[in-house]
Nanobody, 115 residues
């Protein structure tokens, strides 16, 4: 069974930075594209960043130029570097496989950006 464990969230002031990590186990991590998703209160979960098995990346317009996704296949880990954070980035952040997410999601990590 696949396990996804997100970490690195916290409370930060607008303009600050955070680095999220997602450790994956129980799957052949290196062959899968991975994504970071987020869900704000009262809103649907949205995909904000993606990285292919080869390292190509793609971003939602709302985070382009501020967030950077990367992966370390040797550590089965995907990262999300978030800079110039805004209050509207406040959400629970999750990672999962792309294009078809694993059935079981991790617990996510809370990011709160104060104005």
């Amino acid at each position: 069974q696949v396990q996804l464990v997100e970490s690195g969230g916290g409370l930060v002031q607008a303009g600050g930075s955070l680095r999220l990590s997602c450790a994956a186990s129980g799957s052949i991590f290196s062959i899968n594209a991975m994504g970071w998703y987020r869900q704000a209160p009262g809103k649907q979960r949205e995909l904000v960043a993606a990285v292919t098995s080869g390292g190509s990346t793609n971003y939602a317009d709302s985070v382009k130029g501020r967030f950077t996704i990367s992966r370390d296949n040797a550590k089965n880990t995907v990262y999300l570097q978030m800079n110039s954070l805004k209050p509207e980035d406040t959400a629970v952040y999750y990672c999962n496989r792309l294009p078809v997410p694993y059935y079981y999601w991790g617990q996510g990590t809370q990011v709160t950006v104060s104005s």
